[in-house]
């Protein structure tokens, strides 16, 4: 949702140079004295400065954007890291002013050829971007480049420190018209800004902090949304009558509504009245007439931005088109639950993978993700998501806050929305398994295990599958369950090919289910007259967390969720197992009196049948670092058991 133009800041007219214009580089570049220890680092940060300002010109704003970074490097991979400058140049994005240069460790200074600065349309996949390399570098030099861009003017905006190198001086400054005053909130150990009390002629913020250290990513982490991170927003204008705060949670609330209200219309109204009528919902439950208007609207109509079409917006327009943008599909959910008598709330949040939500900081680039909420089912869906269904919307939005707004009416005629931040839910780790059973039957004589495989995915488990199953081919599908198979094993040549769980009004309701017959030689070996089972890769390749560095952030998983496996076999006439305790595990980790993560095996035995059982799973989305022990030798434990070789020895 686009955001509205900066409130009038009135006179002057336009604010003094920017602040990009009055700072300079050393005109006479000299390496930086290293600690020994520093030098012994592949790269240091020396300096990282970030300048944002917003400018007056004419009464209107125009924003500046200037980075500068000095960077020693002290290894050749340092160098690869850094001896090409990428600058994002997204649409209303202009290159004011760049500057690069290299000084050696002998002092050679090589100043940047503007000939190297070259446009890629679309790097990466990320847009527009200027590239250009840094000429001369080499180990023990310094790199130090200094741009400035211009930029379309947003009242919120997130600078991040991505870096894992040390930083010996980083610092941000933000500048505005005296009236515009900006509001900030630091995570993650960002430094804390501040307000420079000293300036007049324009409103400054700042921070400033020396020897930040870095680190680098960690495995079960919340990624982008662990890295150290700064949020701002425009809160307030002094020139205004009142000195309430701008574009707050309510703000936005009345904004969307508006635009609801504005666009429905009577013929909307009826024609929702008319579709809800095909449907037949009103003999269904709560729970199945939502599941049937997500699955009509998923399947018939699909997800376009920029239409230009007159009246797209109307319910008429997107059913005939069989298109709507975001907002045209928001509007279709709401009219046809409206009509349906469907109780429902529109919730935004974020990824928290790459920004969790606050909701005790109101910037609006928290409001990224859609979700409806139903208070009668106390259930969510994600209406612009196709592989999501009712009950399972994206894990990686969920235990966490989000904004729920409701319509209400004032007086007679006048509709708007009002907002609450709340908790969203997190999942079931019950309804989100992995289970494996398999039937083994030994042939000794060729070292081969015959197996009758069966695997279920329930719940989030499936979500990166089951979805997407009925769309395939029958080609792609057979190659599909090949790879799974081989997952697993990788001789494994799978026959008796049984998939079920896959159709639409199963998606999220049934467990993704492939049953299949394959013959292995992997997992048995002959030693001597003894036969050696290697049960534990019966179970497939487990990750594991052997490492053992200093973590730094919490533990996050994408979603709570199990592993359940049972492997059963016979022991052939005439053999026995002599070190079945081997199977024996049992590590866990207790809150309260109860388990909130394990790893559990054992076995049951019948004369010559054996079981073994597995649970395995993590309840809890997210556990402090202070459980990262804990919680790496849970993980290691399936990996452990990947290890274990049972014998079968002649009796």
């Not at 046809?336 to 609006?364: C, M, Q, Y």
């Not at 001597?528 to 996050?556: H, M, N």
């Not at 670092?625 to 290691?636: A, G, L, P, Q, T």
Request: proline letters at 3%; one cysteine or more.
């Amino acid at each position: 949702m686009a955001y509205g133009a900066f409130a009038q800041v009135q006179a002057p007219t336009n604010s003094p140079d920017p602040e990009y214009k009055n700072y300079h580089w050393n005109a006479t570049p000299k390496l930086h004295e290293l600690s020994p220890t520093e030098q012994k680092m592949g790269m240091v940060i020396i300096k990282d400065k970030r300048i944002i300002e917003y400018s007056l010109l004419n009464n209107n704003i125009t924003m500046y954007i200037t980075h500068h970074m000095i960077i020693r490097v002290n290894s050749d991979k340092a160098i690869e890291e850094v001896n090409t400058v990428y600058i994002p140049m997204q649409d209303g994005v202009a290159l004011e002013d760049v500057q690069a240069r290299c000084i050696t460790k002998d002092g050679k200074v090589t100043e940047l050829n503007s000939a190297n600065i070259k446009d890629v349309d679309n790097y990466a996949n990320m847009g527009h971007y200027k590239i250009f390399a840094i000429d001369g570098i080499e180990v023990g030099s310094e790199v130090e480049f200094m741009y400035t861009v211009t930029e379309p003017s947003q009242k919120n905006g997130t600078e991040f420190i991505r870096i894992n190198s040390l930083i010996k001086d980083f610092s941000v400054d933000i500048y505005s018209p005296p009236a515009l005053i900006f509001d900030t909130k630091s995570y993650n150990g960002f430094p804390v800004m501040q307000t420079d009390t000293t300036m007049t002629a324009k409103h400054h913020i700042f921070c400033e902090d020396t020897n930040i250290k870095g680190y680098d990513k960690e495995e079960y982490s919340e990624e982008e949304g662990a890295l150290r991170r700064m949020e701002y927003k425009y809160a307030y204008n002094t020139n205004l009558a009142t000195n309430e705060r701008l574009d707050t949670w309510s703000d936005f609330c009345q904004t969307l509504y508006a635009i609801f209200n504005k666009e429905a219309t009577k013929e909307d109204i009826k024609m929702a009245h008319k579709v809800v009528d095909t449907m037949k919902l009103r003999s269904l439950s709560e729970e199945n007439k939502i599941r049937k208007v997500e699955s009509f609207i998923k399947t018939h109509i699909a997800v376009k931005e920029d239409l230009k079409e007159k009246n797209s917006y109307t319910l008429k327009a997107i059913l005939t088109s069989r298109m709507a943008d975001e907002l045209g599909i928001l509007k279709l959910y709401d009219q046809l639950f409206n009509s349906a008598g469907i109780k429902h709330e529109i919730v935004l949040t974020t990824n928290r993978f790459e920004k969790p939500f606050d909701g005790d900081f109101d910037s609006w680039t928290y409001l990224q993700k859609y979700l409806i909420y139903f208070p009668e089912t106390d259930n969510y869906m994600a209406p612009l998501e196709l592989a999501s269904r009712y009950g399972f919307v994206p894990s990686d939005w969920i235990c966490q806050k989000g904004l729920f707004m409701h319509p209400v009416t004032i007086g007679k005629n006048f509709h708007t929305g009002v907002g609450q931040v709340r908790d969203i839910y997190c999942n079931d780790w019950k309804k989100s398994m992995n289970n494996l059973y398999e039937n083994i039957k030994f042939d000794l004589d060729m070292g081969v295990a015959n197996i009758h495989l069966k695997e279920t995915l329930s719940g989030y488990e499936a979500y990166e599958i089951q979805p997407f199953y009925s769309k395939l081919s029958d080609e792609d599908k057979k190659e599909f369950v090949n790879r799974f198979m081989q997952a697993l094993f990788q001789d494994a040549k799978p026959t008796n090919i049984n998939v079920t769980g896959y159709k639409e009004n199963e998606l999220f309701r049934q467990p993704f289910s492939l049953e299949v017959d394959l013959s292995t030689n992997s997992v048995l070996e002959q030693a001597g007259d003894k036969f050696l089972l290697k049960i534990g890769q019966l179970i497939g390749p487990q990750s594991e967390l052997y490492d053992d560095t200093v973590r730094y952030t919490p533990i996050e998983n994408h979603y709570n969720h199990g592993y359940h496996r049972e492997l059963e076999f016979e022991v052939p006439d005439g053999y026995k197992v002599t070190n079945l305790n081997t199977v024996f595990m049992d590590v866990f980790h207790k809150t309260a009196g109860e388990r909130d993560m394990e790893f559990h095996s054992y076995y049951i035995a019948d004369g010559n049948k054996i079981k073994v059982i597995i649970d395995e799973d993590y309840r809890e989305i997210r556990y402090p670092v202070s459980m990262y022990e804990d919680f790496r030798k849970v993980i290691n434990a399936s990996a452990d058991f990947n290890k274990v070789v049972l014998v079968i020895e002649k009796k």
